[in-house]
T-cell receptor
Framework: NAGVMQNPRHLVRRRGQEARLRCSPMKGHSHVYWYRQLPEEGLKFMVY????????ESGMPKERFSAEFPKEGPSILRIQQVVRGDSAAYFCASSPRDGGWNTEAFFGQGTRLTVV | QKEVEQNSGPLSVPEGAIASLNCTYSDRGSQSFFWYRQYSGKSPELIMFIYSNGDKEDGRFTAQLNKASQYVSLLIRDSQPSDSATYLCAVTGGSQGNLIFGKGTKLSVKP
């Protein structure tokens, strides 16, 4: 859905660099979910945030990955010291409440991260 | 670990035929079930959701749910080449309502 904005759409990083992925939710949405999709794989849940709070980070790798959703501005998924295995499409979805997947939650267009 | 299983395909059907996509899930407590379509290089888009046992129809699409068998399916009638995509099955699984996705079934509709 065009309302959820992710940028950049494509990001190339060398091994060891940092990657910052941004997600601006739809207007009025205060809940953000991040998913990762490896080539030929389904989407894997990473983290669920509300404004200024991490609600569920059970899908986040323990090291190098972090996420935030400040009071003002987009949600940021940060990957430090990227490795080739981080190459994937990263999607965020926003919702006005918990879940809302039937009618209210929408995915952004994704950021394709390539680590060279 | 809650899991959603799908046949990866590819599933190939001729134009005008019925495409049948299947999905099983491991958590008997799952309540909500979703089918997403994803074109190559694009984001997932919701096609249908279903909560209750039985069938739910929307245009050419019918979702079927059997909670006793932990099975959900999607039927696409009068398949069109534009239906060629990967179809992702998803269930609500986390305590906070996040979706758990299967790996998807790639559908190819041949003219």
């Amino acid at each position: 859905n065009a309302g959820v904005m992710q940028n950049p759409r494509h990001l190339v990083r060398r091994r060891g660099q940092e990657a910052r992925l941004r997600c601006s939710p739809m207007k009025g949405h205060s809940h953000v979910y991040w998913y990762r999709q490896l080539p030929e794989e389904g989407l894997k849940f990473m983290v669920y945030l509300q404004k200024e709070n991490i609600i569920d980070e059970s899908g986040m790798p323990k090291e190098r990955f972090s996420a935030e959703f400040p009071k003002e501005g987009p949600s940021i998924l940060r990957i430090q010291q990227v490795v080739r295995g981080d190459s994937a499409a990263y999607f965020c979805a926003s919702s006005p409440r918990d879940g809302g997947w039937n009618t209210e939650a929408f995915f952004g267009q994704g950021t394709r991260l390539t680590v060279v | 670990q809650k899991e959603v299983e799908q046949n990866s395909g590819p599933l190939s059907v001729p134009e005008g035929a019925i495409a049948s996509l299947n999905c099983t899930y491991s958590d008997r407590g799952s309540q909500s079930f979703f089918w997403y379509r994803q074109y190559s290089g694009k984001s997932p888009e919701l096609i249908m959701f279903i909560y209750s046992n039985g069938d739910k129809e929307d245009g050419r699409f019918t979702a079927q749910l059997n909670k006793a068998s932990q099975y959900v399916s999607l039927l696409i009638r009068d398949s069109q080449p534009s239906d060629s995509a990967t179809y992702l099955c998803a269930v609500t699984g986390g305590s906070q309502g996040n979706l758990i996705f299967g790996k998807g079934t790639k559908l190819s509709v041949k003219p």
